[in-house]
């Protein structure tokens, strides 16, 4: 969720933006289906659904990576990151507020934009050292996949709708910086498949759909169940 306009021949990240776009409507559509009463699935426990949402948090971070670096490449431009950054953390702000008040047992107070806020902060040392970047993701992934060893990240004592925390979630953007030193950002995609079209559209604007499409799902999803 970091724009890519000043690098837009490379659509490949916003295509990868758009994929997980689909990705997270699909798990968050299957999670108020479920929430509501509609299916009765395993959302914490059965393996799909497990990593299902882990596999999303992970290509998001690994696009804020590339498009990190592609954007800050010769230099950072504190400006337009600080813009960026403080309009992801105002953002984060009131989907706190607003969760707090519609799910006072499960409000969001360290999500997906507070967790980018925070992991593009912390990933900007390591733009021009990618070797780094890379030791640094394989340290913080290794122990986390093998032994669920994550470093300590603070917690409260209800649960969550959306919880990220940046270990071991900002070894990914520094995956995607070494994605960029590798030319990965370059994979071909046809510009003139629908589907690349398609996919392309969404991550271009995949801040405002990840905004927008849970109060459109679970609002006209708690309708239907209303009036059933």
Not at 31 to 49: R, T
Not at 65 to 81: E, Q, R
Request: glycine share 4%; charged share 10%.
């Amino acid at each position: 969720m970091y724009s890519n306009k000043d690098n837009s021949r490379f659509i490949f990240i916003d295509v990868l933006r758009g994929f997980t776009i689909i990705l997270m409507v699909v798990f968050h559509f299957s999670f108020d289906l479920n929430y509501l009463g509609f299916i009765k699935i395993d959302i914490m426990s059965h393996p799909f659904w497990y990593f299902l949402p882990r596999l999303i948090v992970f290509l998001f971070f690994i696009a804020v990576g590339m498009s990190l670096t592609l954007v800050h490449k010769k230099k950072i431009k504190w400006s337009a990151f600080l813009n960026r950054f403080l309009k992801l953390v105002l953002l984060a702000l009131l989907i706190s507020i607003v969760t707090y008040f519609l799910f006072p047992e499960n409000w969001i107070y360290f999500g997906t934009l507070h967790s980018i806020a925070l992991v593009s902060l912390m990933s900007l040392p390591f733009l021009k050292f990618p070797k780094i970047a890379l030791a640094l993701a394989l340290l913080l992934f290794i122990p986390s996949a093998i032994w669920d060893l994550n470093l300590p990240w603070f917690e409260m004592a209800h649960s969550s709708f959306d919880y990220i925390s940046p270990f071991p979630w900002v070894g990914a953007c520094l995956l995607g910086i070494f994605a960029v030193s590798k030319n990965l950002h370059k994979i071909y995609c046809n510009q003139n498949n629908q589907i690349i079209k398609s996919l392309n559209f969404m991550g271009q604007h995949s801040l405002l759909i990840y905004l927008i499409h849970q109060p459109i799902l679970f609002g006209l999803l708690y309708v239907i169940k209303l009036v059933i």
